[in-house]
C-alpha cells in the first residue's frame, strides 16, 4: 500500500495556516495577561473585626445584651450637645475631629469612634455636621450658622 502524500502546492500553504494559528494564540495570550497585570481586582472584605477595645467594648454595650438601659437613655436625652467646630481627616482612613460642647461647658476635641459623654459616641464627622450614636442610634449635631456682618 502506497502512503498518500499531500499536493506539493498545498503544503507552503499549511505552514502559512499553521503560522497564522500561532500567531492569533499568542495574541490571546498577550491580551490576556495585559488585562490580568493592568486591572485591580476589589474584593469585597469577608469579614471586618474591631481591633479597638473601647470601640469593641462600646460595640458590645450599645446592643443592651441584657435589655434597654433607661438611665443611659434618660441622661443623653436631657444633655444639650453643641457643636463648635470640625477638623477633616487629612488622609483617608485617619480619624477625623470635632469640636463639641456638653451641657455649656467649654468645647472639647473629640475623635471619631470616641465618647462625647457616657452612652453617646462620636459616629461621623462631616463638614458642618457630626453623627452621634446613642443607644446605637444616629443623631445629628449641626454647626450653628454664622452671621455675616
Do not use: C, Y
Amino acid at each position: 500500500m502506497p502512503k498518500k502524500r499531500l499536493p506539493v502546492t498545498l503544503i507552503p500553504w499549511l505552514g502559512g495556516l499553521a503560522s497564522l494559528a500561532m500567531m492569533a494564540v499568542l495574541a490571546l495570550m498577550g491580551t490576556n495577561l495585559f488585562w490580568t497585570l493592568t486591572t485591580k481586582v476589589t474584593l469585597p472584605p469577608a469579614m471586618t473585626l474591631e481591633t479597638d477595645p473601647q470601640r469593641a467594648a462600646q460595640a458590645t454595650i450599645s446592643r443592651h445584651i441584657l435589655g434597654e438601659s433607661a438611665g443611659i437613655e434618660a441622661t443623653a436625652a436631657a444633655m444639650d450637645i453643641r457643636l463648635t467646630g470640625v477638623i477633616a481627616a487629612r488622609d483617608k482612613g485617619k480619624p477625623a475631629m470635632a469640636f463639641l460642647s456638653v451641657d455649656g461647658k467649654p468645647a472639647v476635641p473629640i475623635r471619631e469612634g470616641n465618647e462625647v459623654v457616657p452612652g453617646i459616641t462620636l459616629n461621623r464627622v462631616l463638614p458642618g455636621q457630626v453623627e452621634l450614636l446613642r443607644g446605637g442610634r444616629p443623631m445629628t449635631v449641626t454647626l450653628p450658622q454664622r452671621n455675616k456682618h
